[in-house]
């Protein structure tokens, strides 16, 4: 379909999470990624006047490899995950091609991205912005003779606005949990039929036959001690405008836990009580306390609000100023509720409407 003309020519590419999948994968003619039951919300968005692209990415890849590729759609390039990062982490340099098959028509610096990232998505989509600004100065030093323009950065004109939506990050605790001798997940109160619906969603984020460092994948990077450790290599850009949309769908105990309200999605209900049940200390020493029981089936809510440290405020729409964070309001529905929902049908469609609108009055 052909995009109509765009309110300030902004690029809106949306990125999506863990185990997901975008316009290049034969999953998304089946159900979209973004809007799923609700319908494709890309198409929506564009007959509004928004140009809008669902990239793809390694469902399981780490932010590295998943920003590569992210850079190569939408530069129209091969994709290139950087001599030095390759070779420490046991993989081919080059991955798949996308000249003759660019995600948005044209990319020079007259392009404006305004990045979306739903969960993982949004990690990625921070790694990849940090990157196209400032580069890497581990992939320079390694005198690579074609060393990618994304490792030598100097693109950060070319970025308008990053929106992350439920995005972990700095972690969450859905890995932690079960990495810390002091807790024991299996001792959880949870619905009989939550297991089934549970394993239903299990991700395996390394291939049985993939040879490459275990620590080159999502799940590792999702730890708590990792995703603080990506917190401090990522800048934020003083002319970016940042959104973040945490969710949560928890109410609490009495005894201090949390627990999934009714209405969740099945395949959540097991982590959320988990999530919202523990407390302890990674095994970088970062104490986890009762804050991080809130939470949306997969990602701790406070996790998703803003990096930690990064400059951030309560949004106020007379007066979003860029360079930090501008925070909104949880949004009150799980993991998979922004995406459209699977079980339970969420129609976001004017949630997206909104959003764009208010970022397309950006300068």
Same mark, same amino acid.
């Given at each position: 379909?052909?995009?109509?003309?765009?309110?300030?020519?902004? /690029? !809106?590419?949306?990125?999506?999470? +863990?185990? $997901?999948?975008?316009?290049?994968?034969?999953?998304?003619?089946?159900?979209? !990624?973004?809007?799923?039951?609700?319908?494709?919300?890309?198409?929506?968005?564009?007959?509004? @006047?928004?140009?809008?692209?669902?990239?793809?990415?390694?469902?399981?890849?780490?932010?590295?490899?998943?920003?590569?590729?992210?850079?190569?759609?939408?530069?129209?390039?091969?994709?290139?995950? $950087?001599?030095?990062?390759? /070779?420490?982490?046991?993989?081919?340099?080059?991955?798949?091609?996308?000249?003759?098959?660019?995600?948005?028509?044209?990319?020079?610096?007259?392009?404006?991205?305004?990045?979306?990232?739903?969960?993982? *998505?949004?990690?990625?989509?921070?790694?990849?912005?940090?990157?196209?600004?400032? @580069?890497? &100065?581990?992939?320079?030093?390694?005198?690579?003779?074609?060393?990618?323009?994304?490792?030598?950065?100097?693109?950060?004109?070319?970025?308008?606005?990053?929106?992350?939506?439920?995005?972990?990050?700095?972690?969450?605790?859905? =890995?932690?949990?079960?990495?810390?001798?002091?807790?024991?997940?299996?001792?959880?109160?949870?619905?009989?039929?939550?297991?089934?619906?549970?394993? +239903?969603?299990?991700?395996?984020?390394?291939?049985?036959?993939?040879?490459?460092?275990?620590?080159?994948?999502?799940?590792?990077?999702?730890?708590?001690?990792?995703?603080?450790?990506?917190?401090?290599?990522?800048?934020?850009? #003083?002319?970016? !405008?940042?959104?973040?949309?945490?969710?949560? =769908?928890?109410?609490?105990?009495?005894?201090?836990?949390?627990?999934?309200?009714?209405?969740?999605?099945?395949?959540?209900?097991?982590?959320?009580?988990?999530?919202?049940?523990?407390? #302890?200390?990674?095994?970088?020493?970062?104490?986890?306390?009762?804050?991080?029981?809130?939470?949306? $089936?997969?990602?701790?809510?406070?996790?998703?609000?803003?990096?930690?440290?990064?400059?951030?405020? &309560?949004?106020? /729409?007379?007066?979003?100023?860029?360079?930090?964070?501008?925070?909104?309001?949880? =949004?009150? *529905?799980?993991?998979?509720?922004?995406?459209?929902?699977?079980?339970?049908?969420?129609?976001?469609?004017?949630?997206?409407?909104? +959003?764009?609108?208010?970022?397309?009055?950006?300068?």
């Amino acid at each position: 379909m052909e995009c109509s003309k765009d309110h300030n020519t902004l /690029k !809106y590419v949306f990125v999506h999470g +863990l185990s $997901g999948w975008g316009s290049y994968d034969k999953a998304y003619e089946r159900m979209p !990624y973004w809007g799923m039951r609700s319908g494709d919300l890309i198409v929506f968005l564009r007959k509004q @006047g928004f140009d809008c692209f669902a990239a793809s990415v390694s469902p399981t890849g780490s932010a590295w490899d998943r920003a590569c590729e992210l850079y190569a759609q939408i530069a129209g390039t091969q994709v290139d995950y $950087g001599e030095a990062h390759s /070779k420490k982490m046991r993989h081919a340099r080059f991955g798949r091609d996308f000249s003759s098959c660019p995600l948005i028509p044209e990319w020079d610096p007259r392009t404006k991205l305004a990045l979306v990232g739903h969960s993982f *998505g949004g990690t990625t989509a921070r790694l990849f912005l940090e990157l196209l600004a400032n @580069g890497d &100065p581990e992939e320079r030093s390694s005198k690579c003779t074609d060393l990618s323009p994304l490792f030598t950065g100097g693109m950060g004109n070319r970025i308008h606005s990053l929106v992350t939506l439920a995005s972990p990050m700095n972690g969450t605790t859905a =890995y932690d949990l079960f990495s810390d001798p002091s807790f024991d997940p299996q001792r959880v109160n949870s619905p009989w039929w939550s297991g089934p619906f549970s394993r +239903l969603m299990s991700i395996k984020t390394k291939k049985q036959d993939d040879k490459r460092d275990r620590t080159d994948s999502a799940g590792h990077d999702m730890h708590l001690d990792e995703a603080m450790k990506l917190n401090r290599r990522i800048t934020t850009l #003083g002319h970016v !405008y940042y959104f973040s949309i945490p969710c949560s =769908y928890t109410s609490p105990r009495t005894d201090g836990t949390h627990s999934p309200r009714r209405g969740i999605e099945p395949l959540f209900v097991l982590r959320s009580c988990q999530i919202g049940a523990y407390s #302890g200390r990674t095994a970088g020493g970062i104490d986890i306390g009762t804050e991080w029981r809130e939470n949306d $089936g997969l990602v701790n809510t406070v996790s998703a609000a803003c990096p930690f440290g990064a400059p951030s405020v &309560p949004l106020d /729409k007379s007066r979003i100023i860029p360079g930090r964070w501008n925070v909104l309001p949880a =949004y009150q *529905g799980d993991h998979m509720s922004l995406q459209g929902g699977l079980f339970h049908r969420h129609d976001i469609r004017g949630f997206y409407l909104e +959003l764009l609108k208010m970022i397309s009055r950006l300068n």
